[in-house]
């Protein structure tokens, strides 16, 4: 979660690069989806070659497990790339599946706040600084449709700690 979002607080403290934090999120979310599955798989298999398997489907702790993997099921799907490229925005909002996942997850095992606790206060922290951010006002703005496909979008705001070359994210539902 410390490397979820755009703007990073562990990217900004280090320097890096959008585009790397935003490759490194993949990563380290790639692997622990791996993660989960080595972890489901083996206690599953390990249940089929003991003829334990019904017995333990019935115990909560594997039924909260399960939760965990519905929520993170729609997560998976849309973070492939063809989908995510296709529908973004589905795959964005996918990504709100984790506060459900996060409360199976605590139900599931009682020491899993420890891990994600930390970089969830951190990614709370870096998301109202962002949010307040997102309010300064924005003047002049004026768009022109250029050829193939490109719009042109002209605006004033103060500028603050940008350069040539940095990212800029703008949400405009009207183009």
């Known amino acids: ?50 003829d334990s398997l019904e017995l333990n489907m019935t115990r909560r702790k594997v039924g909260q497990g399960l939760a965990c993997l519905v929520w993170l099921g729609p997560l ?3 973070s492939l790339p063809h989908i995510r490229h296709r529908y973004y925005n589905l795959f964005r909002a996918t990504h709100l599946c984790f506060v459900p996942f996060l409360a199976c997850l605590s139900a599931h095992t009682t020491y899993a706040a420890w891990f994600y606790g930390p970089p969830l206060v951190l990614w709370c922290i870096d998301r109202c600084f962002r949010l307040s951010r997102a309010m300064e006002p924005v003047h002049d703005v004026s768009v022109e449709r250029m050829n193939g496909g490109l719009v042109k979008i002209k605006f004033s ?17 009207s183009i």
């Open 76 to 78: 998976i799907l849309t």
């Open 1 to 50: 979660m410390i490397l979820g979002g755009r703007l990073s607080p562990l990217g900004r403290l280090l320097r890096i690069a959008v585009g790397d934090v935003n490759i490194g999120h993949r990563w380290l979310g790639w692997c622990f989806v791996s993660l989960v599955a080595v972890h489901s798989v083996g206690y599953i298999s390990i249940w089929i070659q003991t």
């Open 157 to 173: 705001i103060e500028a603050k700690n940008l350069t040539p070359g940095c990212y800029v994210y703008l949400r405009c539902p």
